[in-house]
């Protein structure tokens, strides 16, 4: 009779997971802690997030293993929506700047 594949991983792969997740927590929390502000502030949130989030589905979601096919079919999606995110916000700084211009008060002169 012939096993079924089955594929396992050393516990020290998912410990060493967990303590990056805790140090990335820490980061971020340090990042609160500090009270950055302004930019800096959220492009550290954000690069915190996709670190963690890149983590929990590659090693916990069993991406890493994964056939190619498998992951593009996966990632692929949420990244064209990012893309599509984007330009959109581009159009959208660009269509207020243009209503900004457009519609602005014309300053009264008096004429004498």
Do not use: C
């Not at 949130?45 to 991406?63: E, Q, R, T």
Request: aromatic share 16%.
């Amino acid at each position: 009779m012939e096993k079924a594949a089955h594929q396992t991983h050393p516990i020290s792969t998912y410990l060493s997971i967990w303590f990056l997740l805790f140090v990335l927590s820490t980061f971020s929390y340090l990042v609160d802690y500090f009270q950055l502000e302004g930019n800096m502030r959220w492009l550290l949130i954000l690069i915190f997030m996709f670190l963690k989030a890149g983590l929990i589905v590659s090693v916990f979601m069993h991406m890493k293993w994964e056939r190619l096919a498998i992951r593009g079919a996966i990632l692929l999606p949420p990244l064209a929506l990012l893309v599509f995110v984007a330009l959109m916000v581009i159009e959208s700084n660009y269509v207020s700047g243009s209503r900004a211009s457009a519609f602005a008060p014309v300053p009264f002169v008096a004429h004498e």
